[in-house]
Structures are given as structure tokens and as C-alpha cells.
């Protein structure tokens, strides 16, 4: 909504009354040039190396105010590798024959992902998907998993998705309206952590890993409430890092592995969200 049509007063004309004055202007050398364009239309100004803080600050505000806009106040997070296939799909990943097998067995976590999502929209429907709303990277593997099981049951689900070299689409069960594009990682992660009530990890690389390592360290250090960590392969996470070994060496406090819950099924997940928000 438009603040100004609270008040009936608008003494100033609104920016996209400018651009369309704008398009009408005279034709000559003056209004061709490229130093006539509106600051905020001009797209060899807005990416400039110094325009980056204000880019940064633009990434954060788009999706904030159009979760906001849509009533979302509470999300679950989706975190997990964009090479696992579905069951019986193409493990398209693999560079060799170790690595097709142990992606085919690891397509799992994938029916997992996509029954947790589930379960997920399931709640939020109480809320009128405002609470418990499913997001992910926006992407394929896990994160279509978690788009798809949300879509299963007629349920909205938010996509982050970014920009790669490797250039990739958003997959196809993204609610169209909550598809974002970054070019920040930073801003990215802000936007997966500032609305999260819980955290499933599925198998994944550096990408899941980086994701989670950071909100474990936002709740070890306190700049984050404690909401549930789930981490779905108790098998896998085992030999992919070993949290009794750093809790051993002294890098971490005993009892920082207990931010952890290890699981290997969708129920077992939600009931431990369900346990601790009391649903």
C-alpha cells in the first residue's frame, strides 16, 4: 500500500510518475546522454563498484518488505546438496562410479526433504501460511525437494535463490511470488535466519555446510535464539564432521554438540519441532 494514501496528500510526484514523464521527453542529444537518466534507472550507475552499499541495502529491503506485504512471520528452513537426485532420477552430479552409487543412495533424503516440507506446510496451513512457512535455496536436489512437498499439499513456499557462474533456474514448485534472486551471499543467509523457527540439513557440500556452521555459530555465540537444528543422516554427519572431536580438542564448549538433533526420518524431525514450540 501506498503511505501516502493514508493521508490524501501527496505534494510531490512519485518516482514512477517521473519515469513516465521521463519516456515522454524530447528526443536530442541532451536526453540521450547517459548522465540524463534518473539516478535510480540507471543500470551502468546502479552497478557500480560504489553503488555496492547501496545494493547491499536493496537486496536486504525487496524481500523483507514483500515477506512482510504477504503476512509471513515465521519460517522453517531447508538446507541441503543440490546433486541429490529424486528416487529413480539421474544422478547428473556424479563424476564417477563411486560417487552415482553414493548419490543414488543418499535420493533418500530427497522423499525425506519432500514429506518433512510437508508436514511443514501442514502446521502452517493453521496459520494461513503466516507461521512455519518452508524455504529454501530455491534450487534443485534438496531444495526442489522442500518447494515440492510444500506444493504437494497446496501450501506456499519461498525460494532464495543466487546467482551462479554456473547459471541456474529456480526450480518449478517455488511459489512464483516468493522467488528471490541474490547476488549477495550475505544478504542471502540474512534472509534465511531472520524469520527461521527451525533448521532441517540434509546431506549436502560446501554450500550446506557453510550455511549451517554459520547459524551454528549465530545461536553458539547468542546473536540468535536457540530454534531447533535438525540434521536428517545421523550416518553421514558422523564421518562429515565430528563435533565430540572439537569438544575434545577445546574449540568448542562441551554441550555445543547438544544445538544439534540427529534424525533420519521426517517424523522424527517435526516431532522434535512440535516438542519444543509446544504445537
Not at 109 to 123: D, G, I, M, P, T
Not at 128 to 147: I, K, L, S
Not at 229 to 256: R, S
Amino acid at each position: 500500500m501506498d503511505p501516502m494514501e493514508n493521508t490524501g496528500w501527496a505534494p510531490l510526484p512519485h518516482s514512477d510518475e517521473d519515469l513516465e514523464r521521463a519516456k515522454s521527453a524530447p528526443d536530442t542529444p541532451q536526453t540521450r546522454a547517459a548522465t540524463y537518466r534518473l539516478a535510480w534507472n540507471d543500470e551502468d550507475f546502479m552497478t557500480r563498484r560504489e553503488l555496492r552499499p547501496v545494493r547491499l541495502q536493496l537486496e536486504l529491503l525487496k524481500p523483507e518488505m514483500i515477506l512482510a506485504e504477504r503476512g509471513i512471520q515465521s519460517t522453517v528452513i531447508l538446507f541441503g546438496g543440490a546433486r541429490i537426485p529424486e528416487p529413480g532420477g539421474d544422478a547428473w552430479a556424479a563424476k564417477n562410479e563411486t560417487q552415482k552409487k553414493n548419490l543414488e543412495a543418499n535420493s533418500k533424503y530427497y522423499e525425506e526433504a519432500r514429506k518433512f516440507a510437508r508436514l511443514c506446510s501442514q502446521q502452517s496451513a493453521a496459520s494461513y501460511y503466516r507461521e512455519f512457512v518452508v524455504v529454501t535455496g530455491g534450487g534443485p536436489g534438496v531444495m526442489e525437494a522442500g518447494n515440492r512437498g510444500a506444493d504437494d499439499v497446496g501450501a506456499p513456499s519461498i525460494g532464495l535463490n543466487i546467482v551462479l557462474p554456473h547459471e541456474q533456474a529456480p526450480n518449478a514448485y517455488v511459489t512464483p511470488e516468493l522467488c528471490f534472486n541474490f547476488h549477495y551471499f550475505a544478504i542471502r543467509k540474512m534472509h534465511f535466519v531472520m524469520r527461521a523457527k527451525a533448521v532441517a540439513v540434509f546431506p549436502g557440500g560446501f554450500g550446506t555446510m557453510d550455511e549451517l556452521f554459520e547459524t551454528l555459530t549465530l545461536i553458539q555465540t547468542g546473536r540468535m535464539e536457540r530454534v531447533p537444528i535438525v540434521l536428517f543422516g545421523k550416518a553421514f554427519w558422523e564421518k562429515a564432521m565430528n563435533l565430540d572431536f572439537l569438544a575434545e580438542q577445546g574449540t568448542i564448549t562441551p554441550g555445543d554438540q547438544d544445538i544439534i538433533d540427529f534424525v533420519d526420518t521426517a517424523d522424527e524431525a517435526w516431532d522434535i519441532i512440535r516438542r519444543f514450540y509446544k504445537l
